[in-house]
């Protein structure tokens, strides 16, 4: 089974989850702002994305701005800025087994599929 964790109001989020419907896969949505996601979890993401917590960092969005911008976190500060404020985590993400992409451009879910 594949897993989406996306924003439905995020257009690269729907175009991914459509993509992955169309291609007539079973897919598990998580909605993860109306279901934030635990540490473990996100540690889990990261280890299959293969990338640090900073990389899954939403920069442009305004929490990042206004609390985040200037401060040299560790990879667990970022960790629990995450879960603390779940704007700040890069969408879509795709995780298929072992293995998980971020799905901007969607050629990166085609990848992974």
Known sequence: MIEIIHNPHCSK???????????????????????????????????????SP??????????FKDEFKDKDLSGEEWIDAMVKYPKLIERPIVINGNSAVVGRPLAKVEEII
């Open 13 to 51: 989020s729907r175009a991914a989850l459509n993509f992955l419907k169309e291609s007539g896969l079973d897919v598990k949505e998580i909605r993860y702002l109306e279901n934030p996601l635990y540490k473990e979890e996100l540690r889990n993401i990261l280890k299959k994305l293969g990338i």
């Open 54 to 63: 900073y990389d899954l960092i939403r920069k442009n969005e305004a929490v």
